[in-house]
T-cell receptor, first 112, second 117 residues
Framework: DTEVTQTPKHLVMGMTNKKSLKCEQH?????MYWYKQKAKKPPELMFV???????INESVPSRFSPECPNSSLLNLHLHALQPEDSALYLC???????????FGDGTRLSIL | AQKVTQAQTEISVVEKEDVTLDCVYE???????LFWYKQPPSGELVFLIR??????QNEISGRYSWNFQKSTSSFNFTITASQVVDSAVYFC??????????????FGTGTRLKVLA
């Protein structure tokens, strides 16, 4: 069992839909991350929250909107996605910079 | 600039063989951290080990061992007596010192290990 929980595990949506990915951790970690991973590629950093504040946005298109309601939760709001956005979306948390990241199982997203 | 190179794209071994996964890194920092993660077909990345730049001691954990050599900027991972369950993609990653305030982890491109029964 992973200590970082992501829901849903699978998501299929049309290009006009709005959906959200959720991530939760109860390890007291102060940093939380969203990664996008395409098949046979390494994870690609999207966003980092540190102490509930957005610390890094890797020039991600505005159709992806992150939110950190509290220190345990991280959301990724999706709107008007494109077929090329189909990927595995991974959430991770860490005690801080330089500490091991703990990853969730990911959400497999398919855009029709 | 920081960079992690995993030159081996895919390795196939027969069960019980030993296998070494290579990782070479580049950084200008004197303080940094190196990691190995395992990603089985199910998708989640599993943390295996963290090593800081001041600790060059090799580490062994069961069938896994890690060789960190600053002189060659390498952090290699050896699996002894491989098993089918070791089949996965393995990523090496690099992180700057916490004092830098950055939370970026640089991942290598990964090595896909196939262990055949």
């Amino acid at each position: 069992d992973t200590e970082v929980t992501q829901t849903p595990k699978h998501l299929v949506m049309g290009m006009t839909n709005k959906k959200s990915l959720k991530c939760e951790q109860h390890m007291g970690h102060r940093a939380m991350y969203w990664y996008k991973q395409k098949a046979k590629k390494p994870p690609e950093l999207m966003f980092v929250y540190s102490y509930e504040k957005l610390s890094i946005n890797e020039s991600v298109p505005s159709r992806f909107s992150p939110e950190c309601p509290n220190s345990s939760l991280l959301n990724l709001h999706l709107h008007a996605l494109q077929p090329e956005d189909s990927a595995l979306y991974l959430c991770a948390s860490s005690q801080g910079a330089g500490w091991p990241q703990h990853f969730g199982d990911g959400t497999r997203l398919s855009i029709l | 600039a920081q960079k992690v190179t995993q030159a081996q794209t895919e390795i196939s071994v027969v069960e019980k063989e030993d296998v070494t996964l290579d990782c070479v890194y580049e950084t200008r920092d004197t303080t940094y951290y190196l990691f190995w993660y395992k990603q089985p077909p199910s998708g989640e990345l599993v943390f295996l080990i963290r090593r800081n730049s001041f600790d060059e001691q090799n580490e062994i954990s069961g069938r896994y061992s890690w060789n960190f050599q600053k002189s060659t900027s390498s952090f290699n991972f050896t699996i002894t007596a491989s098993q089918v369950v070791d089949s996965a993609v393995y990523f090496c990653a690099l992180s700057e010192a916490p004092t830098s305030g950055t939370y970026k982890y640089i991942f290598g491109t990964g090595t896909r290990l196939k262990v055949l029964a």
